[in-house]
T-cell receptor, first 116, second 115 residues
Framework: EAGVAQSPRYKIIEKRQSVAFWCNPI?????LYWYQQILGQGPKLLIQ????????DSQLPKDRFSAERLKGVDSTLKIQPAKLEDSAVYLC??????????????FGPGTRLLVL | AQSVTQLDSQVPVFEEAPVELRCNYS??????LFWYVQYPNQGLQLLLK??????LVKGINGFEAEFNKSQTSFHLRKPSVHISDTAEYFC?????????????FGQGTTLQVKP
């Protein structure tokens, strides 16, 4: 079974530029998550989708971050414009059902973003 | 609000020695508890999780954890570590009911296994 795929693996941009990350979850998984992991910290949820609807985006900086999951399969996370503090690893995860009841989340390898 | 505290940022240990990575959580409601491992330049992999039932949970790679409700702890243990266990370990919680699956992670503990 293929795991969660993410691209690119690494990205270096200058501040005020825009960047986009792509995630393809495990086939058949209904719920998709985007986490931000700043160096030395644990991951923090940015946004959660169930199918193509948003479940939780309370910690997404909506003035600069946006995400979509068209057709309820793969997803794109965009940052525009980027700030220095956006330097982090962006992890995508998926789970089979609605995400509750202690479901296991399966993580991709992440995209490491460096903003100069 | 839930929070997770991992009491040690780094744990150095010699190969074949036992290890314990400590995790405490705070929550006014029941929670589900998880331990994830992150190898360099990789995503997170589930080691084990506690949902209900027996408080001693066994996971992959010889790891186990014990849920202690009175002490609000979920410490991870392994009786004999290998060099390959060198990685970052994250404790996480999510609400036990009515939740969306949102994981709250601790800051992580770096396990350094020395030969």
């Amino acid at each position: 079974e293929a795991g969660v795929a993410q691209s690119p693996r690494y990205k270096i941009i200058e501040k005020r530029q825009s960047v986009a990350f792509w995630c393809n979850p495990i086939s058949g998984h209904a719920t998709l998550y985007w986490y931000q992991q700043i160096l030395g910290q644990g991951p923090k949820l940015l946004i959660q989708f169930q199918n193509n609807g948003v479940v939780d985006d309370s910690q997404l900086p909506k003035d600069r971050f946006s995400a979509e999951r068209l057709k309820g399969v793969d997803s794109t996370l965009k940052i525009q414009p980027a700030k220095l503090e956006d330097s982090a690893v962006y992890l995508c995860a998926s789970s089979l059902l609605a995400g509750g009841r202690g479901e296991t989340q399966y993580f991709g390898p992440g995209t490491r973003l460096l903003v100069l | 609000a839930q929070s997770v505290t991992q009491l040690d940022s780094q744990v150095p240990v010699f190969e074949e020695a036992p290890v314990e990575l400590r995790c405490n959580y705070s929550s006014s409601v029941s929670v589900y508890l998880f331990w994830y491992v992150q190898y360099p330049n990789q995503g997170l992999q589930l080691l084990l999780k506690y949902l209900s039932g027996s408080t001693l949970v066994k996971g992959i790679n010889g790891f186990e954890a014990e849920f202690n409700k009175s002490q609000t702890s979920f410490h991870l243990r392994k009786p004999s570590v290998h060099i390959s266990d060198t990685a970052e370990y994250f404790c996480a919680v999510t609400l036990g009911s009515g939740n969306t699956g949102k994981l709250i992670f601790g800051q992580g503990t770096t396990l350094q296994v020395k030969p």
